[in-house]
């Protein structure tokens, strides 16, 4: 039988043993839980404060992690017109197929391996009749080959100038149809559905949906008796007017600016320089007949002041003919939207159709600015924002019509009031 004193000494030692353990445990847990108080407390702070909080002390050791969100979240003041181009064009499958080609063609290497060729060439004339075949073909579009940076960048180029011109006409032909620029109902009907397909063909069911759904809102706008005033500009107004626009769209569109200053690297010389190069090639070349051991020298120096200056001027003048190419399809294609704009203006204005008439206002407002609209389609444009009581032209539409629009995106009454 133990003794009490026994007892109790063994019963000292494994309190003293509890209690060390207890505070061990307590040392690794206060470390863990003072993080986990910091962090609910950051959690539960607001954003603004998190981020306005000054001298953030960070233990050694501590790991950051930080991460960047892509969204497709579209400019929210991209007009209408600017989403149907952007969406048709990156929708097409040629498309990705030749900005691919623009893109390897402009990749250092390939500029490297370019130049050699031009090079060969310059010494072994290797080409033949090639590059005078070649222009030939560019000029009457007989062959398109993706074959260097500049076919790749025209034929580009004029893609998406076609693609650009089917999505504004496509969608016009709706905006007509919708308002009612047609002989009858069912004739409204009927090309609002085939305007719809097409539409729905170059930028999808979702955003055709959705175009249906903005060009029916502008029927309620606001609009005064002088906006369909039935008056037709002249020939010679119509004219100054298509001017205008072509010449903003001359100084403002992207597209020409960039043609025309890689233009100007060639014809952008001064007299000087002109005067220099022809005297520099004629020295050379004639030195380079000389008998003696000047005649070699003078080549070389010939073969590297050509390409130091861009390379042989066949060269050069079938890559301005690929740029003329450019400058080509992008004038047709601001001339076609400005013919098709204002011809459509005057329908709208005749058929008093609030839909067309905005539409072409949007097209005019895409190519050449707001500040330039009511200069080129006259006041009757900013009539048409007056804030007065709507006309029988554009009546609000009832709740069984609105339901139609949800079940039926194209199915089209005429809401217009034949005088």
């Known amino acids: 039988m133990a003794s009490p004193m026994t007892t109790s000494s063994k ?88 900005d691919k080609k623009v893109k390897t063609h402009n990749s250092g290497h390939r500029k490297v391996i370019a130049k050699s060729f031009d090079a060969l060439n310059y010494v072994f004339g290797y080409r033949g009749s090639t590059p005078s075949s070649e222009m030939g073909d560019v000029i009457l579009e007989e062959k398109k080959k993706l074959k260097s940076k500049g076919s790749a960048e025209w034929l580009s180029q004029q893609h998406r100038d076609e693609v650009e011109l089917a999505v504004v006409a496509t969608a016009m032909d709706l905006a007509a149809a919708l308002g009612g620029s047609f002989s009858d109902a069912n004739e409204d009907k009927s090309q609002a559905t085939v305007a719809y397909e097409s539409l729905k063909e170059l930028v999808g069911e979702e955003l055709a949906r959705k175009t249906v759904v903005e060009f029916r809102s502008w029927a309620k706008r606001p609009s005064t008796v002088s906006t369909f005033d039935g008056k037709v500009w002249s020939i010679s107004q119509r004219q100054e007017k298509q001017k205008a626009i072509m010449q903003i769209c001359k100084d403002t569109d992207p597209v020409i600016k960039d043609v025309v ?62 740029l003329d190419k450019r400058l080509a399809s992008r004038s047709t294609l601001i001339s076609e939207k400005s013919h098709l704009a204002l011809d459509r203006y005057q329908i709208a204005k005749l058929t008093k159709n609030p839909i067309l008439m905005t539409y072409c206002e949007n097209v005019v407002k895409h190519m050449t600015g707001s500040p330039a609209v009511p200069s080129i389609l006259g006041p009757a444009s900013q009539a048409a924002n007056a804030l007065t009581p709507a006309s029988p032209a554009a009546p609000e539409n009832s709740a069984s019509e609105a339901d139609s629009e949800k079940a039926e995106p194209v199915a089209v009454q005429n809401d217009q009031t034949t005088n």
Do not use: W
Not at 18 to 44: F, H, T, Y
């Open 11 to 98: 019963t000292s030692k494994t309190g003293k043993i509890g209690n060390l353990a207890l505070i061990a445990l307590l040392a690794l847990v206060q470390p863990a839980s003072g993080a986990a108080m910091s962090e609910a407390k950051a959690d539960s702070l607001p954003s603004q404060n998190v981020l306005m909080t000054p001298h953030v002390k960070l233990e050694e050791g501590t790991v950051l992690r930080a991460g960047v969100e892509i969204t497709d979240k579209k400019d929210e003041n991209a007009t209408i017109i600017d989403e149907l181009v952007n969406t048709a064009q990156e929708k097409h499958p040629r498309t990705e197929t030749l």
């Open 261 to 322: 200053d890689a233009v100007h690297k060639y014809n952008g010389h001064g007299k000087l320089y002109l005067a220099t190069a022809r005297t520099i090639k004629t020295s050379l070349g004639i030195a380079s007949m000389s008998p003696t051991v000047v005649a070699p020298a003078s080549q070389i120096a010939l073969f590297f002041y050509t390409m130091a200056t861009g390379g042989d001027e066949e060269d050069k003048m079938l890559r301005e003919i690929y």
